[in-house]
């Protein structure tokens, strides 16, 4: 193994190496100010709407629990109860997911 590193390092080092690339321009990925306010609200509202149906998704899951039991109908319960796990898991999601995107959105907007 250490062979192995030695001859990366050895790559690495080699000052013939890095001339061969020759200069590399400096880049700035950025994208135009017409676009960057409405993609940021379109992603905003995106998450946040299913944010908001996640909410309800749960609140309407609890309700079938609470249905469920006064009623002594054990499956509308175990329903209602997945619902709730399921509501959970997808807010998490959303939000996860949603706070990935506008991450990478702002670091490549340059703003």
């Known amino acids: 193994m250490s062979q192995f590193l030695m001859s990366l390092h050895a790559l690495s080092t080699d000052p013939g ?17 017409e676009i960057n306010g409405p993609t940021k609200n379109i992603l905003a509202w995106t998450a946040g709407g299913g944010l908001a149906l996640a909410v ?9 629990v609470a249905v469920g039991h006064n009623t ?11 619902s709730v796990l399921w509501s959970l898991i997808g807010a998490g999601g959303i939000g996860l997911t949603s706070s990935l995107v506008l991450a990478v959105f702002t670091m490549t907007s340059g703003s």
């Open 17 to 33: 190496l890095v001339t061969l690339a020759g200069p590399v321009p400096d880049f700035d990925p950025t994208l135009p100010k």
């Open 56 to 64: 309800l998704g749960g609140l309407s899951g609890w309700a079938l």
């Open 72 to 82: 002594e109908r054990a499956a509308l319960a175990a329903r209602g109860k997945q």
